[in-house]
């Protein structure tokens, strides 16, 4: 017997830019991964001034969602799902971003595809901003850095809880916002900073000579404000509806109990998951957030009237994405990188082939962890293992690998509740097949289906059920008991 309560909201979850494609119809903008190039796991993604001749862009088709979602949303369905998280893609509503007034066939789209989860008795659960900033925001604006994208961004917002209200109760502002203490990738993902008079640039993580730490902690406290309005105005536009933050969680371990690398795996910690989860869900900054900026050579105010919008505007629950887990060392030659916020590695742990290191166990720790801290409920809203796939000659596809990595990740989350964590559902990344974030790759798939499509866009686009298709299924039928 699991210990999963009734309505946990079991489900997969996509972003609109990996998935949609149709980047040009029906009265989309450009968005910023439109102009990023598809990669792989040893050549990086790069981004291009505008869309460049001769060039592959992945998002432009991605798995063609625009035109597949009925059938699409249909499996779901068949496996059960009882929640579907995705996103608008914002330029598809606004297309430079900047308008008054919303792109008409933009907001039937999303009516259409929110009928359908409807019908299938899924719940949508919405990211208003999952990397995908209009280009026009990026390009006239220069991204977050700047302040009126707040104002475009309660605009869209209020579009789109106004339009979808009674069809979508469940929404989260920003996806992964703490990837803008990232250097380079993080201030153009989260951020939209595109750097400026460079015509095709190589996207890195971390540092490299155009990051600009000051504008993306600008970004971060702007977007800080335009999230805590939009859980207030969210309020007032349906007492329904309930909004979340989203984190990139990153459970840190010390990589020896040398109590150097004890202090500096604290030190990750709290400002990789803690510096935007207490702004978020406490409304305000962590008392050793100064220190922060002091280190990184950067200066935030926070006006008497920031810190009241902060203090007003916490979201409903606090929701993350879990993947892996890294170590930290003061030693610096102990530091290897792979992980999205880099890290010693860990050798108790086994790698992802794009190297993630899997860790269910970790899972738990991070659960325990931020429930202590913030005493909310909480939803995993990305989980999932990126592994090549072989489709057989009958045209079955057999991914135990997959299956053993949510199994005992989802073990994990049963224990986590025993211990009382308040968790409030599951919605496993990239249900179905998308283009990866960080590479532009189809080949590091994550799916319960199959998307016929290779990294060179090549392929039917045809969907089958993977064995983990029919495994997921049993799960939410035996609500977490069948694993
Ligand atoms: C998260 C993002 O970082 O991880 C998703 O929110 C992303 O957009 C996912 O796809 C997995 O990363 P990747 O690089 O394997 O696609």
């Known amino acids: 017997m699991a210990n999963f309560p009734q309505g946990f909201l079991w489900g997969g979850a996509t972003a609109a830019n990996q998935c949609e494609g149709g980047y040009n119809e029906g009265g989309k903008g450009l968005g910023v991964p439109d102009i990023m190039t598809g990669g792989t796991v040893s050549e990086p993604r790069h981004i291009t001034d505008g869309i460049l001749e001769g060039r592959h862009y992945p998002s432009h088709e991605a798995v063609d969602m625009y035109h597949h979602y009925l059938d699409d ?10 929640c579907y998280r995705m996103s608008i893609n914002w330029s598809r509503i606004f297309p430079q971003g900047d308008e008054t007034e919303p792109n008409q066939a933009g907001i039937e789209f999303y009516r259409r595809v929110f009928e359908a989860c409807r019908e299938q008795g899924i719940e949508p659960m919405v990211t208003l901003s999952h990397y995908e900033l209009p280009y026009g925001l990026s390009k006239n604006y220069g991204g977050w850095k700047n302040p009126k994208l707040i104002d475009f961004f309660l605009n869209y917002s209020r579009t789109v809880m106004t339009e979808y209200k009674g069809l979508v109760k469940y929404w989260l502002t920003f996806n992964e916002i703490n990837c803008l203490l990232m250097g380079g990738f993080g201030g153009v993902m989260g951020g939209g900073m595109v750097p400026e008079g460079l015509e095709d640039v190589p996207m890195t993580f971390g540092a490299c000579d155009w990051d600009d730490p000051q504008a993306r902690f600008d970004a971060l406290h702007n977007q800080f404000l335009a999230s805590a309005k939009c859980v207030v105005m969210a309020h007032e536009i349906d007492p329904a509806n309930k909004v979340g933050c989203m984190i990139a969680g990153n459970a840190t371990y010390p990589h020896t109990c040398n109590p150097a690398d004890v202090l ?50 916490t979201v409903d629950f606090y929701s993350f994405s879990y993947y892996m887990s ?15 916020f880099g890290g010693a590695g860990n050798p108790y742990l086994e790698k992802s082939d794009w190297g993630w290191a899997i860790d269910p166990e970790g899972l738990k720790y991070y659960l325990e962890e931020v429930y202590d801290r913030y005493q909310i409920p909480l939803m995993i809203v990305e989980n999932g293992l990126g592994a090549v796939d072989e489709v057989e000659p009958d045209g079955s596809i057999h991914d135990p690998y997959r299956i053993d990595y949510l199994r005992r990740h989802i073990q994990q989350m049963d ?6 964590v308040d968790l409030m559902g599951y919605t496993m990344w990239g249900c179905i097949d998308l283009v990866s974030a960080s590479t532009g790759e189809m080949k590091k798939r994550y799916g319960f289906i199959y998307v016929d499509k290779d990294n060179d866009g090549n392929g039917t686009l045809e969907r089958s059920r993977k064995d983990s298709f029919y495994w997921y299924k049993k799960v939410i039928e035996s609500n977490g008991a069948d694993l």
């Open 264 to 313: 500096k795996a604290q030190r990750e910690q709290r400002e990789h998951n803690f510096y935007c989860g207490d702004v978020q869900v406490r409304g305000a900054y962590p008392a050793w957030a100064p220190s922060v900026w002091k280190r990184e050579g950067v200066t935030i105010e926070v006006s008497d009237e920031d810190a009241a919008t902060l203090k007003a505007g």
């Open 73 to 82: 949303i249909k499996l779901f369905g068949e496996m059960g799902f009882k």
């Open 415 to 420: 224990e986590a509740i025993a211990d009382g």
């Open 326 to 340: 890294a170590t930290a060392s003061a030693d610096p030659k102990a530091s290897e990188g792979g992980n999205i």
